[in-house]
């Protein structure tokens, strides 16, 4: 009897100690990934406030929420090499390996430029765009002769054609995108559609909405997590 009593000690000392170790193990590997938001052309860090707060309320701590700011009237390229730097320095703070970057309108298009020329396919694990141009908008037409970002958001732009040329959506980076029929400045809507992405369609939401509208928060949420 008493040696039936020992085994039972030993057993459950054994299994606490190889629970110990995969607890542990499994925390480290819940812990999300950074979260970089990047605004749209004339847009502000604080559009995303809604977002991020929701993101905190489920469990993300604050160092792992960054809003990206940047002059959106320079060229996309030249947002690219600030939003490079802007990820290495996240990783470093952070200690991660990937970002997952969450986009509004313009903001996709500098980060896909990071993916695909810059070595950001090596450090991004989920890329979202909400109401992108990637394919281009009409109404750049309005203001591409004055300012650089406009003109790189044109139909057919050179700077469109070398994104989507090839494959659009390189590297093992999860893409997902977000479009609302009733978006009246991305036109046409499926512009925002990507080749190799997850595209999904939203209910009738203005072009700034998107990212404030719970429904799309919470799809967003999902895709990162």
Same mark, same amino acid.
């Given at each position: 009897?008493?040696?039936r #009593?020992? %085994?039972?000690?030993? =057993?459950?000392?054994?299994?606490?100690?190889?629970?110990?170790? *995969?607890?542990?193990?499994?925390? %480290?590997?819940?812990?999300?990934? /950074?979260?970089?938001?990047? #605004?749209?052309?004339?847009?502000?860090?604080?559009?995303f406030?809604?977002?991020?707060?929701?993101?905190?309320?489920? &469990?993300? /701590?604050?160092?792992r929420?960054?809003?990206?700011?940047?002059?959106?009237?320079?060229?996309?390229?030249?947002?690219? #090499?600030?939003?490079?730097?802007?990820?290495?320095?996240?990783?470093?703070?952070?200690?991660?390996?990937?970002?997952?970057?969450?986009? #509004?309108?313009? &903001?996709g298009? =500098?980060?896909?430029?990071?993916?695909?020329?810059?070595?950001?396919?090596?450090r991004? @694990?989920?890329?979202v =765009?909400i109401?992108?141009?990637?394919?281009?908008?009409?109404?750049a +037409?309005?203001?591409?002769?004055?300012?650089?970002?406009?003109?790189?958001?044109?139909? +057919? =732009?050179?700077?469109?054609?070398?994104?989507?040329? $090839?494959? /659009?959506?390189?590297?093992?980076?999860t893409y997902?995108?977000?479009?609302?029929?009733?978006?009246?400045?991305?036109?046409?809507v499926?512009?925002?559609? *990507?080749?190799g992405?997850?595209? %999904?369609?939203?209910?009738?939401? $203005?072009?700034?909405?998107?990212?404030? @509208?719970?429904?799309?928060?919470?799809a967003?949420?999902?895709?990162?997590?």
């Amino acid at each position: 009897m008493r040696l039936r #009593h020992v %085994r039972t000690l030993l =057993s459950a000392l054994v299994a606490a100690v190889l629970v110990v170790p *995969l607890t542990a193990g499994t925390a %480290r590997a819940t812990t999300p990934d /950074p979260v970089v938001f990047v #605004h749209g052309f004339s847009g502000k860090s604080g559009q995303f406030s809604t977002m991020t707060r929701d993101f905190g309320a489920n &469990g993300y /701590p604050e160092d792992r929420l960054h809003v990206f700011g940047y002059n959106s009237f320079q060229s996309n390229v030249t947002t690219a #090499h600030q939003l490079a730097d802007y990820i290495d320095n996240v990783l470093r703070r952070t200690g991660a390996s990937k970002v997952d970057i969450v986009t #509004h309108s313009m &903001g996709g298009l =500098s980060s896909r430029y990071y993916i695909k020329h810059l070595g950001g396919a090596d450090r991004v @694990d989920d890329w979202v =765009s909400i109401g992108g141009p990637n394919n281009g908008t009409a109404l750049a +037409g309005f203001c591409d002769l004055l300012i650089t970002a406009c003109g790189e958001m044109r139909v +057919g =732009s050179n700077f469109l054609r070398d994104l989507n040329a $090839g494959d /659009p959506t390189p590297g093992n980076v999860t893409y997902t995108t977000f479009r609302s029929p009733c978006d009246l400045v991305i036109n046409p809507v499926d512009s925002t559609i *990507l080749n190799g992405a997850d595209n %999904r369609r939203t209910a009738c939401l $203005g072009h700034i909405g998107m990212i404030s @509208d719970a429904g799309v928060i919470n799809a967003v949420r999902e895709v990162v997590s």
